[in-house]
């Protein structure tokens, strides 16, 4: 008869105990509630850059003197501010922040339907499958925004110098290069604000739901 060993005895009970605590589906449902719990984070969190952003736009939309402060830029480099020129810049301004808004809007409904389509009853694949998309969807709600600040300052640039050459103004100017210069660099500031202000903000939630992600494919995988 072999001899007894109590520290194999215990060493074997601790890691069947550990084992049997949790069950797969038990595993997989409280991942589950987790990551619908990160969507509807990502959905408030945008649902309230939208009103913010929504209150400002209808704010300057309809202030007065919302366009005076680029119109004094022109004019010390040398534009004169004609009421042709102020329309076309109303024009242009509100034609940008609508854009903004709309596609602002589309990612936050977006985001709200990817938190609907998480349900429990789905299945591990389905699921697994709609944590892809979601996560794919905040990249692209990310980038877009970068990408909409450098259009604006491309747009900006364009108007600039179309003003230019319509009242027949140099484009060597120094104080226009100068400005222009000043232009790409705040864009790229805030261009690096935004991305750390995603990274912070949005990165917190995305990292805890590829955790749960990397988890849910290794229970699929079983």
């Known amino acids: 008869m072999s001899d007894f060993n109590l ?11 550990s084992q ?17 719990n990160y969507v ?16 400002l736009s209808i704010f300057y ?3 007065a003197e919302n366009d005076s402060s680029f119109l004094n830029i022109l004019k010390k480099l040398g534009v004169t501010p004609t009421s042709e020129l102020q329309q076309s810049f109303s024009h242009l301004y ?3 922040k609508i854009v903004s808004l709309i596609i602002t809007a589309y990612f936050v409904v977006q985001f709200y339907l990817n938190y609907k389509k998480i349900k429990i009853q789905d299945n591990l694949k389905l699921l697994i499958l709609q944590i892809v998309k979601f996560r794919k969807t905040v ?32 484009l060597s100017h120094p104080t226009l290069i100068a400005f222009l210069i000043g232009l790409t660099l705040t864009t790229l500031l805030a261009v690096g604000l935004i991305w750390i202000y995603y990274k912070i903000v949005y990165g ?8 749960n992600l990397s988890e849910l494919q290794k229970i699929d995988s079983e």
């Open 40 to 55: 509807k984070y990502i959905f408030y969190i945008s649902a309230v850059e939208f009103l913010i952003f929504f209150g």
């Open 7 to 17: 520290d194999d005895l215990k060493k074997s009970w601790q890691q069947q105990d």
């Open 94 to 96: 509100i034609g940008l």
């Open 61 to 63: 939309i309809f202030k």
């Open 20 to 36: 049997s605590k949790y069950a797969p589906s038990e595993i997989s449902q409280m991942l589950h509630k987790k990551s619908r």
């Open 139 to 170: 990249n692209a709600f990310i980038f877009t925004n970068i990408a909409l600040l450098i259009l604006f300052m491309v747009v900006s640039t364009v108007f600039i110098f179309n003003i230019f050459t319509t009242q027949n103004i140099s």
């Open 204 to 211: 917190i939630i995305m990292r805890r739901l590829g955790r």
